[in-house]
């Protein structure tokens, strides 16, 4: 099982004492719903709650070390050896270090009392039972309700990227389980409409976009790119609704900005083109539709008339005739 390092934010960490021996702070804060500083994302429209009550089985039960930066050659303490404390308290896990006599304690302490260092973090993996996903309108929430716990500790960056890889391959394989109750069926027949690779890609750009310039697209836009971005099998109604937008607007590519080194890249029309899966998502779109259209020709071609039994011939027995034509057709089938 991989594990997982989460970011505790800045004004957490500080010395406990004058004399700088101990060392304090928060590696987790509980979510809560008034706080968005408590809510961690992991990708498009994907955060993470850390629940309260998730880290009280672990304080008790397991092996936890000090670590500066989760480096395993930086130990600060540990709490089997009482040089590590830990405490679940109203606001999440909060931890206390007695500092080892060593140079890079003594330099971690001056740094933490400069503010040089001010975050913690923690690493951790989930046990079986110890996470819930679920939906909350365009967003995927992933509740952690317990956790294994290796390591607490001061860092000096947090490593969002590195840290929740894990996070998002456990989503893929939820996603995957509820998306195999919910493909896409046309008269019966299923259609394949996981988004792509590229249009994923273009999705998350779309939406990277829009957050950073302002402009782009619309609500519909933003909620299409999450479903994109997020890999959720899309209804035949969306993709038809996709076909129409990428023909209405295939002139926007003629516009300035459109494309990489023009002025004003990227335009209002090219984010909102990235929003609807770009030109991989019009791909898709089209292969979809043709699909469709095969069902619909196979569904509206008329049943063959069956052959009709052949006449027997004079003197020959009818059974003989039936059983001589069959023959001839098994022949001509191989």
């Known amino acids: ?32 719903a008034d706080d968005a500083g408590t809510e961690y994302t992991l990708g498009a429209g994907i955060v993470e709650h ?11 039960r397991d092996d936890v070390r000090a670590l500066f930066n989760h480096d395993p050659d930086h130990v600060l303490g540990r709490n089997k050896a009482g040089t590590l404390r830990l405490f679940a308290d109203a606001r999440g896990l909060r931890y206390e270090v007695d500092m080892p006599d060593t140079q890079l304690a003594r330099d971690l302490r001056e740094s933490i009392r400069r503010g040089d260092i001010s975050g913690s973090s923690f690493a951790f993996t989930i046990p079986d039972g110890g996470q819930e996903w679920r939906e909350d309108g365009d967003r995927v929430i992933r509740e952690i309700r317990a956790v294994s716990l290796h390591d607490v500790g001061p860092v000096t960056y947090p490593a969002y990227e590195s840290s929740t890889t894990h996070a998002r391959a456990c989503y893929t394989k ?7 109750a919910e493909r896409a069926t046309y008269k019966g027949e299923e259609i394949d409409t996981t988004p792509t690779d590229a249009m994923v890609e273009e999705a998350e750009r779309g939406l990277a976009w829009r957050a950073e310039y302002g402009r782009g ?51 209002a029309g090219r984010i909102a083109w990235a929003l609807w899966g770009g030109d991989a998502g019009a791909a ?33 027995p009818a059974d003989v005739i039936i059983a001589t034509a069959r023959l001839r057709e098994i022949d001509a089938a191989e």
């Not at 099982?1 to 987790?28: H, P, Q, V, W």
């Not at 939820?174 to 195999?180: C, I, L, M, S, Y």
């Not at 071609?301 to 027997?312: F, L, Q, R, S």
């Open 174 to 180: 939820w996603r995957e389980g509820r998306d195999a």
């Open 50 to 60: 850390i629940m309260p009550g998730a880290f009280d089985d672990a304080i008790g």
């Open 284 to 316: 898709f779109a089209r292969r979809v539709l043709a699909s469709v259209a095969a069902i619909d020709e196979r569904s509206e071609a008329p049943e063959a008339e069956p052959e009709p039994e052949p006449e027997p011939a004079p003197g020959i």
């Open 217 to 267: 697209g619309t609500e519909v836009g933003v909620a299409r790119a999450r479903d994109i971005a997020n890999r959720r099998n899309l209804s035949i109604d969306t993709v038809q609704r996709m076909a129409s937008y990428f023909a209405r607007h295939e002139v926007d590519k003629e516009a300035e900005g459109f494309e990489s080194g023009e002025d004003g890249y990227p335009s």
């Open 1 to 32: 099982m991989s594990i997982e390092r989460r970011f505790t934010a800045a004004c957490e960490l500080r010395n406990a004492d004058d004399d700088l021996k101990t060392i304090t702070g928060y590696a987790a804060v509980y979510h809560r």
